[in-house]
Antibody, heavy 121, light 108 residues
Framework: EVQLLESGGGLVQPGGSLRLSCAAS????????MSWVRQAPGKGLEWVAH????????DYADSVKGRFTISRDNPKSTLYLQMSDLKAEDTAVYYC??????????????WGQGVLVTVSS | EIVLTQSPATLSLSPGERATLSCRAS??????LAWYQQKPGQAPRLLIS???NRATGIPARFSGSASGSDFTLTISSLEPEDFAVYYC???????????FGPGTRVDI
């Protein structure tokens, strides 16, 4: 059974930094592309960042480009999201999500339970 | 940039009724569209991939179809546990992004 377990959320002041982690189990982690998807309170889903299976290629939403960095440690089966210069509008539940198949797949077939990030003074 | 539009925003139905949810892409895209179900306080769950392929463990009452840039999720007979928010999602090759629609809430 695939399990994705996020950690690292919490309350941070505007302009601050935070690193989220997503520990994967039940899969050959290095085989799959992974994304972070967020959901602001009461709002819809917003894709944040994606990293390919090998870790060499990354993509970002315009809203976080230059402030967030996605990375992965395949031997540790862990995905990361380093967030800096945080803004109030980054307040959301952050989910890690696994691509269903190869790196060119579209859909996410496994999701973590989510971790809350609150940016407030 | 691809924009996904979902309609209606809210669908008020009763158990046993048929639900038809629409997702339209702003430009011609591949058939690689996914549908997710999300219940309050839970992570999204993949229902349909590649427009019409049910994900593992998804009941047969859920089906997806595509016609050009128009995609449809149909729930043939609503069960009480189907009342939730449904999102469509695609992937763009340029710019390299993943796009979610705004969601359709299926209410009792």
């Amino acid at each position: 059974e695939v399990q994705l377990l996020e950690s690292g959320g919490g309350l941070v002041q505007p302009g601050g930094s935070l690193r989220l982690s997503c520990a994967a189990s039940g899969i050959t982690f290095s085989t799959y592309g992974m994304s972070w998807v967020r959901q602001a309170p009461g709002k819809g889903l917003e894709w944040v960042a994606h990293i390919y299976s090998g870790g060499s290629r990354t993509d970002y939403a315009d809203s976080v480009k230059g402030r967030f960095t996605i990375s992965r440690d395949n031997p540790k089966s862990t995905l990361y999201l380093q967030m800096s210069d945080l803004k109030a509008e980054d307040t959301a539940v952050y989910y890690c999500a696994k691509l269903e198949g190869h790196d060119s797949s579209t859909s996410f077939d496994s999701w973590g339970q989510g971790v809350l990030v609150t940016v407030s003074s | 940039e691809i924009v996904l539009t979902q309609s209606p925003a809210t669908l008020s139905l009763s158990p046993g009724e048929r639900a038809t949810l629409s997702c339209r892409a702003s430009q011609s895209v591949s058939s690689s569209l996914a549908w997710y179900q999300q219940k309050p306080g839970q992570a999204p769950r993949l229902l349909i991939s590649d427009a019409s392929n049910r994900a593992t463990g998804i009941p047969a009452r859920f089906s997806g179809s595509a016609s050009g840039s128009d995609f449809t999720l149909t729930i043939s007979s609503l069960e009480p546990e189907d009342f939730a928010v449904y999102y469509c999602q695609q992937r763009s090759n340029w710019p390299r992004t993943f796009i979610f629609g705004p969601g359709t809430r299926v209410d009792i």
